[in-house]
């Protein structure tokens, strides 16, 4: 029986990438946007069903967006949050406004959608939930601090979920997306915070120029991704899902590489602060 995948950030770039993917096997494909009568007319003309969802609604008004998609496909199989922006702009830079915002798109919205599916994988006993996370999810970054800790949370609260469902039958996985030349560099998806700072000119300039030339310079092909996502995520040849799915040559090194560095940079601090047990207490 072919899946049916809910798919969130299906307008461009990697979202829209695995939508294809999986009408390509089949499958069936609900796809989401804001404004999907924008977006979807090759999806819809190819099989896919259509679906307005703002990821930045309350709980409520998401849980009404499942409730419409289960009246038009009998279940659901697999969900991926793929939808998300980039925010640069420093730490002290970035409006509460701004903050929120960012963590409404990029963690509340994914986490209501996956709350709001829950009930239905529970009573069948069977689901999967992939959040689309990257390598902005593995250490702070200069200039996008604030989405990296967005990422960061959203890799965290995937993995306490894994093992909260797992009991259920539902798979949850975060894929650790690596660079893919996309839009997501680009207007529309870096958003730029309104404060300019200027001490900070020195500090960052260089790294804004980098965000602005990378743009359309990344090495991965978001085809092979989407392919490779869809592949993993149904099970293709007896494949498990994972609770972190690595895609992109460069994430591997990248993910070695934050490993290494953190290590590196407290094991020195053993012999200070590793020995603060009550005694006669065996630290964990």
Sequence with gaps: MPNTWLITGASSGIGREICLAALSRGDNVIATSRTPETYFAD?????ATALKLDLTSPHSEIASAVTEALSQHENIDILVNVAGYLLEGAVEET???????????????????????????????SGVIANVAGIGALRGAAAAGYFCASKAALRIVTEALRD??????????CVMLGHFRTGFLGPGHRAVARERI?????????????????????????????GVIVRVL???????????????????????????KVMGEVEGLREVAGYTD???VQGH
């Design 43 to 47: 999806l819809t003309t190819r099989g």
């Design 95 to 125: 409006s509460e406004e701004e903050t929120e915002n960012l963590y409404r798109t990029n963690l509340f919205g994914p986490m209501n959608l996956a709350r709001a599916l829950l009930p239905h994988f529970r009573a069948r006993g």
């Design 164 to 173: 909260e469902v797992a009991a259920f039958g539902i798979e949850v996985c």
């Design 198 to 226: 200027g001490e900070y000119g020195d500090v960052l300039g260089g790294i804004r120029r980098g965000f602005a030339a990378f743009h359309g310079c990344q090495p991965g092909d978001p085809v092979k991704a989407g």
């Design 234 to 260: 149904a099970g293709d040849g007896g494949l498990r899902v994972p609770a972190v799915l690595p895609v992109g040559g460069d994430v591997f090194g990248k993910m070695k590489e934050g490993c290494t």
């Design 278 to 280: 009550l005694e006669g």
